[in-house]
Every structure is written in structure tokens, then in C-alpha cells.
């Protein structure tokens, strides 16, 4: 899990001039574990989903996917899935997104708006059109 993390948050954290020691990483993979799901691809751990599920809202933490995985519909077919859970179940989805990972175009093309932000992050929520 701790190399997933820095496979694909590292950078986009450095950019954000967010430094985190291997302890750092570690307690957030920690935070509200038992919401994860391992993304399997051709029976490979290529990803983590973890979301948090209230009775009105599913808050995505991270939905990451490796490096060499990323750009085959991997990602946008796991956040269809979790929209599709939101809209039968009739809740809110929202998630954070570092200003520098290029995730936020993902977001947006599947109905994410900027609601708020903070020096670092987007807050984003799916706006049901």
C-alpha cells in the first residue's frame, strides 16, 4: 500500500510543496481503512479506492491507480461505478483533489464541480445535471 501511495501521490504532493516521511504516508493509508478496496487488473493490484459512506453522503479519499495502469479507462470506470452507487442510493458524492494532480480533469468530465478550495486542495462534488 505504501508504495502505491508514493507511485502516485508523491509527485503531485512535491508539486504542492507537501513533504511526507514514509510514517506520514503510512497513517493515511491507516485513516478509515476498512472503507478500502484494492483495484484489480488481469489479477494484478494495480489500485486503491476508499471511501467513506454515511446515510446521505460517500466521500471518495483516494482513488489511485499506478503509473503504467493510469490512462486506461481504469480509473473512470471505478468512479462510474461509485457515482452509479450514489445516484441509486440517493447521496451526495464529494472528494478532494491535490491543485496539481491531473485527476481533477477526470473528475470534471464525469460531473464534478469545484465547490471550495483550500491553498492546496479542490473540493469537488458531484453536481447531478
Known amino acids: 500500500m505504501l508504495d502505491l501511495r508514493k507511485h502516485t501521490m508523491v509527485e503531485h504532493l512535491e508539486k504542492a510543496r507537501i513533504y511526507l516521511s514514509d510514517e506520514e504516508h503510512e497513517a493515511r493509508i491507516d485513516k478509515c481503512f476498512e472503507g478500502s478496496y484494492i483495484i484489480l487488473a488481469s489479477h494484478k493490484k494495480v489500485g486503491l479506492l476508499k471511501c ?41 458524492l464529494r472528494l478532494n483533489v491535490l491543485k496539481e494532480n491531473p485527476a481533477r480533469h477526470l473528475y470534471e468530465r464525469n460531473g464534478f464541480k469545484i465547490v471550495g478550495e483550500d491553498p492546496f486542495e479542490f473540493y469537488m462534488k458531484l453536481v447531478k445535471e
Open 52 to 92: 467513506i459512506e454515511t446515510k446521505a453522503e460517500i466521500e471518495i479519499l483516494q482513488l489511485q491507480v499506478l503509473p503504467g495502469y493510469q490512462g486506461k479507462g481504469i480509473g473512470k470506470q471505478i468512479l462510474k461505478g461509485v457515482i452509479s452507487k450514489a445516484e441509486a442510493e440517493n447521496k451526495n
